[in-house]
């Protein structure tokens, strides 16, 4: 079966440094997502991305996250200055469409990002 | 607001036996319900949907979940559990707020299957 990739596993970071997470969704899919996952809490959306531009964003991504689809197969999430609390596992998703049919997601296994 | 609970952190069953991992949710208007599933060092899984039609749906790996409208869960099961079903277990509900495949997932249960 396909699968989103995503890179690094782990990034450790300073505090008030950019860091940007990679992601490579599956190659026929038109939707792409982020998500994470604090130690012991829910997984949160954060955003969603479609024909080039966010389609819909939590309270979460606020102006120091961006995300960005830089050519046919990257779509990344760019942190600019971290914070402790970014601390958390992102896991970045992608689907095919969003009908009832096809709207089922595939999830890179994550990128565990600890800010220090 | 849409919402799910997992009222279990950890469900521990022996192989063999059948399993239950609950979830409850809140939603307003027919809910979109699925189960995702993480093994270690992996990504979320889709194991099965709720949307509409028969309340028992089938899922991978021998999954099932029912729906029940009345006490509103829709708690996943699998009649004979492997060890190999030990995972992270997510509920979640589609946020019809959006229309983007918005989910909103469940704490996650912990199931551990023993030999």
């Known amino acids: 079966e396909p699968e989103v990739t995503q890179t690094p596993s782990h990034q450790v970071t300073q505090m008030g440094q950019e860091v940007i997470l990679r992601c490579v969704p599956i190659?026929?899919?038109?939707?792409f997502y982020w998500y994470r996952q604090i130690l012991g809490q829910k997984v949160e959306f954060l955003v969603s991305?479609?024909?080039?531009?966010?389609?819909?964003k939590s309270e979460i991504f606020d102006d120091q996250f961006s995300v960005e689809r830089p050519d046919g197969s990257n779509f990344t999430l760019k942190i600019r200055s971290t914070k402790l609390e970014d601390s958390a596992m992102y896991f970045c998703?992608?689907?095919?469409?969003?009908?009832?049919?096809?709207?089922?997601?595939?999830f890179g296994s994550g990128t565990q990002l600890s800010v220090l | 607001a849409q919402s799910v609970a997992q009222p279990e952190d950890q469900v521990n069953v022996a192989e063999g036996n059948p399993l239950t991992v609950k979830c409850t949710y809140s939603?307003?208007?027919?809910?979109?319900l699925f189960w995702y599933v993480q093994y270690p060092n992996r990504g979320l899984q889709f194991l099965l949907k709720?949307?509409?039609?028969?309340?028992l749906v089938k899922g991978s790996y021998g999954f099932e979940a029912e729906f029940n409208k009345s006490q509103t869960s829709f708690h996943l099961k699998k009649p004979s559990a492997l060890v190999s079903d030990s995972a992270l277990y997510f509920c979640?509900?589609?946020?019809?707020?959006?229309?983007?495949?918005?989910?909103?997932f469940g704490a996650g249960t912990r199931l551990a299957v023993h030999p």
């Open positions: 998703a992608s689907s095919e469409g969003i009908s009832t049919t096809n709207e089922k997601l595939f």
């Open positions: 190659s026929n899919h038109l939707y």
């Open positions: 709720y949307i509409t039609g028969d309340n």
């Open positions: 939603v307003s208007g027919n809910p979109y």
């Open positions: 979640a509900v589609r946020d019809h707020s959006g229309g983007y495949n918005k989910l909103i």
């Open positions: 991305f479609y024909n080039n531009e966010i389609s819909e």
